[in-house]
């Protein structure tokens, strides 16, 4: 597919990086020379240093012929307007990023009257993995995914102490015809490999056979436990602290937010109600010992620096607050995460990409999708005879650490692979994925015939 991006930030970047594994055809436009000349150095595709709100040059660039135009620059109305003007000029789908509060309550006016076809907000995607974790706590009683005869199950290794002290060799003793697909370890999804041995803190991601999932559900779930969250304090008043503070709100908790900036804090005062709004700096201990920070049920980061959001998550921990996020946007900082035992760390920007993907990829190959956690993802796709993975052992395949051929449907049957497994045309195969490993996870399932090479610089 030909593809537009307009906006060569890390949203941009990310997406790019993702689609050229796919083996699509994609042009970046931005109006930064000098960012431009570094994508076009290490990534096979056309860069246009332009004004994308200029319709000549959308035009000149022959946006009729293209399936995709992706506008992600910083501004809202930027975004919303380059969508428009592409759409009105024959572009086939467009998609806009959108985030601030004002426009939520209008998106379907917008997309209705720009003519857009899809709207991605990277702060309201983030808030609703958070909520997710804190209000439901990802407990899969009805399974989160399921297709078929197939389902995935959550659980605290706790609850199933048999598999304690296992590698992932031993585990099919334990849970036959069941694979552990992921394991929630330190605030991050990881995917096992042979010799990871499961601790008595992981959350164990089990897939298998719809009944025998169900069955292992009834030992292991635990009927109202996530019923006691009461009081949150969130650090960061940006949209990412207003959406979740708004959504935790109206959920009937009890939310304090602390922000330095005191014209955001009246913003905040103004628009949110039952919120208590706290003008402060974070960092100061003093000030979050003052409002109670031990009482909390829950803390989270959500301030616009990532090694602030860490080192106030830390303190959190160290204070024993139950549930502790951060908004972390730096992949260099997994394993520094991974090492600090805060509960939760979510990357906006990881969030944002697979559901732009998952738009641009459509039915024609992926038959659905769930996030986990914020950081992975289930998917199923239905193999063609065009995918490299087919027709050869997974063994002999070139699967990414974090990439995880977790089951396949083949007509009425169901198969927890192994490396001896063989993908053939036309079953649905369930990948679990990192959200990192997207664009390792695109290449695999790219089609044997390549596209046209080209690479070439406009400028305007």
Sequence with gaps: MKIAIVGAGKLGLKVTEALLGGDHSVTILDQDEDVLQKLSSHLDVMTVNANAKETKILKNLGIATYDYLIAVTESDETNIVIASFAKKLGCSKVIARVRDPEHMDQLGFIKETMGIDSIVN??????????????????????????????????????????????????????ENMLIVALSRNGKVIIPHGDTVIQPED???????????????????????????????????????????????????????????????????????????????ATDLDLLEEENLDEMDAFVTATGYDEENLLLALMAKRHKIEDVIAKVSRE?????????????????????????????????????SVLI?????????????????IDRPLSELEIPDGVIVAAIHRGLNV????????????DRVIFFSL??????????LRDNEKLPFFKRKRQR
């Design 373 to 389: 956690q914020g950081q992975a993802e289930i998917m199923e796709i239905i193999a063609s005879h065009h995918m490299k993975l």
């Design 122 to 175: 990277p702060d309201l995607a983030i808030t609703v993995e958070i909520y997710k974790y804190l209000v439901e706590k990802y407990t899969l009683s009805n399974g989160i995914f399921s297709s078929g005869k197939v389902a995935l199950l959550e659980f605290s290794a706790k609850k199933f102490s048999a598999l304690i002290g296992r590698s992932m060799h031993d585990v099919g003793a334990v849970l």
């Design 203 to 281: 959350g164990l991601y089990v897939i298998g056979e719809r009944i025998p999932i169900m069955e292992l559900n009834a030992q292991v779930h635990e009927k109202g436990k996530y019923t006691d969250l009461q009081k949150v304090m969130i650090v960061g008043g940006g949209k990412t602290g207003y959406y979740l503070a708004k959504k935790l709100s109206e959920f009937g908790i009890a939310v304090k937010i602390i922000e330095i900036d005191k014209n955001r804090c009246h913003y905040l005062s103004t628009h949110l109600e039952d919120v208590m709004i706290l003008h402060g700096d």
């Design 415 to 426: 198969i927890i692979p192994n490396g001896d497994t063989i993908i053939q045309e036309g």
């Design 332 to 368: 260099s900082y997994s394993e520094l995460i991974e090492s600090m035992g805060i509960d939760m760390a979510l990357n906006p920007i990881d969030i944002t990409a697979s559901t732009i993907l998952r738009f641009v990829q459509g039915s024609k190959r992926v038959v659905s």
């Design 435 to 444: 959200l990192t490993e997207l664009p390792e996870l695109e290449k695999m």
